[in-house]
């Protein structure tokens, strides 16, 4: 399958920019076991295949970003010491992400993920482990402010500031400073409005995470679990009230109009997005209060689905910076997730 070609009309016309895209959260080192069927409890089993990659929610999103033309990427994310991190920061580098940003920990493990893919199925159980402090409001500042007075973070035009910056659905009391003090700062220097604030609830169960919500001009709900995915899609579907309520994993309910009313209007772009694993993904729009939704491209056979939400992110990110509609985003990223998914890792998506 190929990439549909966007209409030219959503497509910004003018000099080509080049957008700053900073994207706050955690890299993991994975470890995919591809087997046969997924194992019983205390059972020894043969796996066909093994894959170690670096991953992260934020760390895929910023790779399948970076693969992207005239987008600078960066990556903040919390590691374990210098020399247990130093192969993924190099990896990072080498694939065009810059890690300036990254803090480093004294813990001589990273955050890991051992990653079960049952090729029967497709489904990926992940089991990981994450005793790295996560990044907080003072290195966020630190990180930023040193930044601009050294230039570490060099700004392709350089009266450019970041046009974007994405956050995990984790830290939440020190990302909801993080956006107060970025949303201050930019509006005081005259930039807020060609910057997007996104926010990720992958696990909108985390405490507080609800107090983001009025805080960001865009949110991001991932669902995965393809059995619900349908159910709760009907669901979806089928509600006298559609724009009121999301379903987030597990069925809990978002409720969206705390979204909408609360968001600023400021941001025209309010939009909520969630992928529905193989149903494709929705989107609401605060404008038209509407639910828009679009199909999966099918995949023949799941190779890999680790990493397909934070690769559909990446592609609404890309197409909403280079000011494609929102239908068109979304249609975008749900063909740049389906072709993930029929792929292993993330090479090559863009
Ligand atoms: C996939 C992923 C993996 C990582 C895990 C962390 O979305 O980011 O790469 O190990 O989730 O929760």
């Known amino acids: 399958h190929s990439l549909s070609t966007p209409p030219p009309s959503a497509v910004s016309k003018g000099s080509p920019v080049t957008n700053n895209i900073l994207v706050v959260g955690a890299i993991y080192q994975d470890t995919i076991l591809h087997v046969n069927g997924f194992p019983d409890e205390d059972e020894k089993r043969r796996a066909e295949k093994i894959d170690v990659r670096r991953g992260g929610n934020a760390g895929n999103t910023v790779e399948v970003l ?88 060099s700004f392709a ?5 970041f046009n974007w910056i994405h956050f995990e659905g984790r830290n ?90 609360e968001t600023r209007v400021r941001s025209s772009l309010a939009i909520a997005f969630c992928t529905w694993g193989s149903s494709g993904a929705s989107l609401f729009t605060l404008t038209t209060k509407e639910i828009v939704h679009a199909s999966a491209l099918p995949v023949h056979q799941v190779i890999d689905g680790v990493g397909a939400g934070d690769t559909f992110i990446a592609g609404i990110i890309y197409t909403l910076c280079r000011s494609f509609t929102p239908l068109n985003a979304l249609k975008f990223a749900s063909e740049l997730a389906s072709r993930k998914v029929a792929q292993n890792g993330f090479h090559g998506l863009a």
């Open 172 to 261: 939440v009391e020190n990302v909801a400073k993080m956006i107060d003090w970025i949303d201050a700062k930019a509006s005081g220097e005259g930039w807020r409005g060609s910057l997007t604030i996104s926010v990720e609830f992958e696990k909108p169960d985390r405490e507080g995470l609800d107090s983001l919500l009025h805080k960001v001009d865009i949110l991001f709900g991932i669902e995965y679990g393809a059995r619900a995915n349908d159910i709760l899609l009907e669901d979806l579907k089928s509600m006298a009230r559609p724009l009121v309520i999301l379903f987030l994993p597990g069925g809990r309910p978002l409720l969206l109009q705390n979204f909408c009313t």
């Open 66 to 153: 970076a693969q992207f033309p005239r987008i600078t990427t960066w990556l903040m994310s919390s590691l374990g010491n210098k020399k247990v991190s130093s192969s993924l920061i190099s990896d990072l580098e080498i694939h065009g992400v810059k890690t300036s940003t990254c803090v480093f920990r004294k813990k001589a493990v990273n955050p890991s993920s051992y990653i079960i893919h049952n090729k029967q199925n497709g489904s990926r159980t992940i089991i990981s482990y994450n005793d790295t402090d996560d990044i907080t409001i003072d290195e966020f500042k630190k990180k930023i402010e040193y930044a601009s007075i050294t230039k570490t973070i």
């Open 157 to 161: 035009d350089t009266s450019a500031t």
